[in-house]
């Protein structure tokens, strides 16, 4: 009788080295909780929500709307200028009355903003040392920021106006015969843009200034340097990105502006502004969509001078200064 003969049996799965494979991940023991922090979401990103929801409010949902409103256009405007949903945009480009407006706003904003960043630069270049009546003059050089676009307006129409202090004073010394005309025109809304927006730029460039260490000036002066080595080879290339940073910002509040193109301006010709503009197509001809592309339009036009400027900004030294900013 022969016995009968098993066979081991064999294994349930094999590897490399007879080891068992495992069947499904393993599940983790830590909690949702703990799961949620590595990857960074935790209770402190609740802190988050209401500002995401006022961003979401105040613009993404009114900027969506007012997208929108641009290819919603009027039966007239299709019928006068075509092109479908994009009407309003053909009007815009088509129009040289509404499309001259982009070249009037940015021949008021760009000199401001330059004449406001360039002026700056000496004057915080004096106010870094200390000198007797540091404060007043700082303080005078601030004081504009407490007035208002209006109230900058009104003063100019009273100093500067056809029958305003400065022409009576010039006529009555005997510079001039007859009044200089200051205000009204272009000169008026390029000084207001530059009274009300000469106070952001000096205090950025000053804040700018405080950030890059005056022992790199010591240094290099200790070196032979000049004055003029010094700021072009050391205080302008690391001032430069506060410079763009400050232009961009100066630029941004000028090319939106609206009361000085009003009050001291000539609306309908020379400061004939995108924001005077929307506002016709909006308050005066209840062309909702029209005023929607203007304002859409104003803000590419902004863009696209921000990029240039950050653009420019890139090949400018990017590293510590040392200071204290």
Same mark, same amino acid.
């Given at each position: 009788?022969?016995?009968?003969?098993?066979?081991?049996?064999?294994?349930?799965?094999?590897?490399?080295?007879?080891?068992?494979?495992?069947?499904?991940?393993?599940?983790?023991?830590?909690?949702?909780?703990?799961?949620?922090?590595?990857?960074?979401?935790?209770?402190?990103?609740?802190? /988050?929500?209401?500002?995401?929801?006022?961003?979401? %409010? =105040? @613009?993404?949902? #009114?900027? !969506?709307?007012? *997208?929108?409103?641009?290819?919603?256009?009027?039966?007239?405007?299709?019928?006068?200028?075509?092109?479908?949903?994009?009407?309003?945009?053909?009007?815009?480009?088509?129009?040289?009355?509404?499309?001259?407006?982009?070249?009037?706003?940015?021949? /008021?904003?760009?000199?401001?903003?330059?004449?406001? %960043? =360039? @002026?700056?630069? #000496?004057? !915080?270049?004096? *106010?870094?040392?200390?000198?007797?009546?540091?404060?007043?003059i700082s303080t005078l050089l601030v004081l504009p920021i407490t007035l208002g676009t209006v109230l900058t307006a009104q003063g100019l129409l009273i100093f500067?106006?056809?029958?305003?202090?400065?022409?009576?004073?010039?006529?009555?010394?005997?510079?001039?015969?007859?009044?200089?005309?200051?205000v009204h025109n272009y000169i008026g809304v390029l000084l207001s843009l530059i009274i009300s927006g000469f106070p952001f730029a000096f205090l950025l460039i000053?804040?700018?200034?405080?950030?890059?260490?005056?022992?790199?000036?010591?240094?290099?002066?200790?070196?032979?340097?000049?004055?003029?080595?010094?700021?072009?080879?050391?205080?302008?290339?690391?001032?430069?990105?506060?410079?763009?940073?400050?232009?961009?910002?100066?630029?941004?509040?000028?090319?939106?502006?609206?009361?000085?193109?009003?009050?001291?301006?000539?609306?309908?010709?020379?400061?004939?502004?995108?924001?005077?503009?929307?506002?016709?197509?909006?308050?005066?001809?209840?062309?909702?969509?029209?005023?929607?592309?203007?304002?859409?339009?104003?803000?590419?036009?902004?863009?696209?001078?921000?990029?240039?400027?950050?653009?420019?900004?890139?090949?400018?030294?990017?590293g510590t200064t040392g200071g204290k900013g």
């Amino acid at each position: 009788m022969s016995a009968a003969t098993t066979t081991p049996s064999a294994p349930a799965s094999s590897g490399a080295e007879g080891a068992p494979r495992p069947v499904g991940r393993p599940r983790s023991s830590a909690s949702l909780r703990h799961r949620l922090a590595d990857r960074g979401i935790d209770g402190q990103m609740l802190l /988050l929500l209401p500002a995401l929801v006022f961003i979401l %409010v =105040l @613009f993404v949902y #009114p900027f !969506a709307y007012g *997208l929108g409103l641009t290819l919603q256009p009027t039966q007239e405007t299709v019928e006068t200028w075509g092109g479908g949903v994009l009407a309003n945009y053909v009007r815009f480009f088509g129009d040289s009355f509404t499309f001259a407006s982009v070249w009037l706003t940015a021949r /008021l904003a760009i000199p401001a903003a330059l004449f406001n %960043v =360039l @002026f700056s630069i #000496p004057l !915080a270049i004096k *106010l870094r040392h200390r000198f007797r009546g540091k404060r007043l003059i700082s303080t005078l050089l601030v004081l504009p920021i407490t007035l208002g676009t209006v109230l900058t307006a009104q003063g100019l129409l009273i100093f500067a106006g056809r029958q305003g202090w400065l022409n009576q004073a010039l006529m009555g010394i005997g510079l001039v015969d007859q009044p200089l005309d200051l205000v009204h025109n272009y000169i008026g809304v390029l000084l207001s843009l530059i009274i009300s927006g000469f106070p952001f730029a000096f205090l950025l460039i000053s804040s700018y200034f405080s950030g890059i260490d005056p022992s790199l000036e010591r240094a290099a002066r200790s070196l032979g340097a000049g004055w003029a080595q010094r700021f072009f080879r050391i205080t302008l290339p690391l001032l430069a990105p506060g410079l763009a940073t400050t232009f961009i910002l100066t630029f941004v509040l000028a090319f939106s502006v609206f009361p000085s193109a009003t009050l001291v301006g000539n609306p309908s010709g020379s400061t004939r502004v995108l924001a005077v503009v929307a506002y016709r197509f909006f308050g005066e001809q209840f062309d909702y969509p029209m005023a929607s592309t203007v304002a859409i339009m104003m803000g590419l036009a902004e863009l696209i001078v921000v990029a240039i400027v950050l653009f420019a900004r890139s090949f400018f030294y990017k590293g510590t200064t040392g200071g204290k900013g």
